[in-house]
T-cell receptor
Framework: NAGVTQTPKFQVLKTGQSMTLQCAQD?????MYWYRQDPGMGLRLIYY???????DKGEVPNGYNVSRLNKREFSLRLESAAPSQTSVYFC??????????FGSGTRLTVV | AQSVTQLDSHVSVSEGTPVLLRCNYS??????LFWYVQHPNKGLQLLLK??????LVKGINGFEAEFKKSETSFHLTKPSAHMSDAAEYFC?????????????FGTGTKLQVIP
């Protein structure tokens, strides 16, 4: 099925460990996004990529880096995980003014 | 400035009764407005969107929303709730403020449907 695929679905990290969250879309969308979802706070934008080769900071970029590897793939990296980064992470893509298509999320726990 | 306020964090209705989820927004530009639904442990799914065409927007699963510029509202309604409607709903505003597409999510409304 066409859509946005995120891996892994679940992850537990120790404080200070690093990891990369993967995201791929097969809808030929130009824009891709990483959000985090925390209770009572809605979704907050971490980073986005308006097109292949460009990335920009969102509302909460500290502690994260991203790579737009090609038009399909947009990865999110935590270099040194902290308990405050425990969250559910969603990747999304969009073309023009049409609404987002979201992945199913990655539940990350940092202990 | 752009913002969105979902007026209720939790709404509880009986199965078969109407649903009303309230959303107010502010935008300095002509906004696009969206409602998304998130079922437990799932990603967000687009329910409906308003992009300056008809002010009454029909979405999937019998939901609809009316854009009221004078009230800066975009409330989501459904005539008769089903058990499968139990989920969290997010109102989203998007505009071209500052020359780029800015998007803000509401904090969500959890809908409980009582049998």
């Amino acid at each position: 099925n066409a859509g946005v695929t995120q891996t892994p679905k679940f992850q537990v990290l120790k404080t200070g460990q690093s990891m990369t969250l993967q995201c791929a879309q097969d809808m030929n969308h130009n824009s891709m996004y990483w959000y985090r979802q925390d209770p009572g706070m809605g979704l907050r934008l971490i980073y986005y990529s308006a097109s292949e080769g460009t990335t920009d900071k969102g509302e909460v970029p500290n502690g994260y880096n991203v790579s737009r590897l090609n038009k399909r793939e947009f990865s999110l990296r935590l270099e040194s995980a902290a308990p405050s980064q425990t969250s559910v992470y969603f990747c999304a893509s969009r073309k023009g003014a049409v609404g987002y298509t979201f992945g199913s999320g990655t539940r990350l726990t940092v202990v | 400035a752009q913002s969105v306020t979902q007026l209720d964090s939790h709404v509880s209705v009986s199965e078969g009764t109407p649903v009303l989820l309230r959303c107010n927004y502010s935008s300095s530009y002509s906004p696009s407005l969206f409602w998304y639904v998130q079922h437990p442990n799932k990603g967000l799914q687009l329910l409906l969107k308003y992009t300056s065409a008809a002010t009454l927007v029909k979405g999937i699963n019998g939901f609809e929303a009316e854009f009221k510029k004078s009230e800066t509202s975009f409330h989501l309604t459904k005539p008769s709730a089903h058990m499968s409607d139990a989920a969290e709903y997010f109102c989203v505003v998007s505009d071209q403020g500052g020359g780029y597409q800015k998007v803000t999510f509401g904090t969500g409304t959890k809908l409980q449907v009582i049998p």
